[in-house]
């Protein structure tokens, strides 16, 4: 993507600002993995439910996965019948299980208890699986680890080998990685599958492996493809994986403009017209984004700082090779995931607009009106 070309286009910011051929030259990865293992893909929407998204990703993928009954919603308007929607989450509730069980495909229940108090009121048409805790760990942070300690998320894979349970399911889920760059966890994960269920495995349909896997940045898939075919042959499994940030987050950009510029015990703070609430995980793991400008060897350290009053609203310290001035524009790169889908309005501020860059074209697609908030924040 020309970022230049972007800046001198852009007629709005923040502006959040997608591109589409880095969507599609992921999606063709994906594509092509699918005709070569026979493997199906899922979108996993959460990451970034953006309809525009949902549209270019349908033609490439068997369906989407999804977390609750509103994901669900606008998985099922999207596809409209063309395509499958998985559910798995520790949160369904009694109130919105009639309705969300009509839309669903595949479930994966959470739990031996979820899966007692709803699989009876499931509908014929869904295939009942259940999500397994493998108890390996791949990420140093217990925050991303869905197999920490006192997991709240799938079945510990003790119990569910001492239960009858997998003689009543169709499938297995797990997901247990965040940001993988190589298969060297999900071969492990499979190892211990097999090691626990053996030949019961043939009894399933469906083995999900979940998301996590950055597809795009892998270079070998041989590895991938050769644990697909021998699942397929030893047990006719069909199996599913559902990708969310590797499918968009190297597409996802957020431009903003320096507002101002001071000096503070002696560093140089420029405030910018975005904050980490256009991109809470800055905030809520304390990273420091990827800037396009930044030039590590550039002799202006600046703190880029967020428009809100909270003190902690900070980007970090980076460094260019001309001083910042106010009114330049900026871009963090590989925002695409996780980004717009936690971003609030806190202090009133709003949300960026929204840009697809599409044959050499930028295209505005949302513009979030005053009225949007108001009719958050004004009593009924
Ligand atoms: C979040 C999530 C995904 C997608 O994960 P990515 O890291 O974005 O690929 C897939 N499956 C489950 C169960 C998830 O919770």
Not at 316 to 331: H, I, M, N, T
Request: proline share 4%; glycine share 6%.
């Amino acid at each position: 993507m020309d970022f230049q070309l972007i800046k001198n286009n852009l007629s709005s910011s923040p502006a959040f600002v997608l591109d589409a051929e880095e969507i599609i030259k992921t999606l063709k990865v994906l594509n092509t993995l699918r005709h070569r293992c026979g493997c199906k893909v899922l979108y996993s929407i959460k990451t970034l439910p953006l309809s525009t998204v949902l549209e270019i990703a349908k033609p490439f993928v068997d369906g989407f996965s999804v977390s609750s009954l509103f994901e669900a919603r606008l998985a099922d308007e999207i596809l409209a019948g063309q395509g499958g929607i998985h559910l798995t989450t520790p949160g369904i509730r009694p109130d919105e299980w009639d309705e969300m069980a009509r839309l669903l495909t595949h479930i994966s229940f959470n739990s031996i208890t979820q899966y007692q108090r709803f699989a009876s009121a499931t509908q014929a048409q869904t295939s009942i699986g259940l999500r397994v805790n493998p108890k390996l760990s791949f990420v140093n942070d217990d925050r991303f680890d869905p197999c920490r300690q006192y997991s709240k998320l799938g079945v510990d894979i003790d119990r569910l080998w001492q239960s009858s349970c997998l003689d009543q399911v169709k499938g297995l889920h797990f997901h247990n990685v965040f940001a993988a760059t190589d298969f060297a966890p999900l071969i492990k994960t499979l190892e211990k599958l097999r090691s626990y269920f053996g030949k019961n495995l043939s009894q399933l349909d469906w083995l999900n492996l979940g998301g996590g896997y950055l597809f795009n940045q892998i270079k070998g898939h041989r590895p991938f493809i050769d644990l697909v075919n021998r699942l397929k042959n030893d047990f006719n499994l069909e199996v599913y994986i559902e990708p969310g940030k590797a499918i968009v987050g190297s597409a996802g950009h957020i431009v903003t403009t320096v507002i101002d510029s001071f000096v503070s015990d002696g560093k140089t703070v420029a405030i910018l017209d975005t904050s980490v609430n256009h991109n809470p995980e800055v905030f809520e793991y304390q990273l420091q984004p990827e800037l396009h400008e930044h030039d590590p060897k550039g002799r202006n350290a600046v703190i880029l700082a967020g428009c809100t009053c909270l003190a902690g609203d900070v980007f970090g310290e980076y460094r260019f090779s001309k001083p910042l001035a106010v009114g330049e524009k900026l871009v963090f790169k590989n925002v695409g995931a996780y980004s717009l889908i936690k971003a609030n309005r806190f202090n009133g501020y709003n949300l960026p607009d929204i840009y697809m860059f599409r044959d050499q074209q930028l295209k505005k697609l949302k513009h979030y009106p005053y009225q949007d908030y108001r009719r958050q924040w004004l009593a009924d």
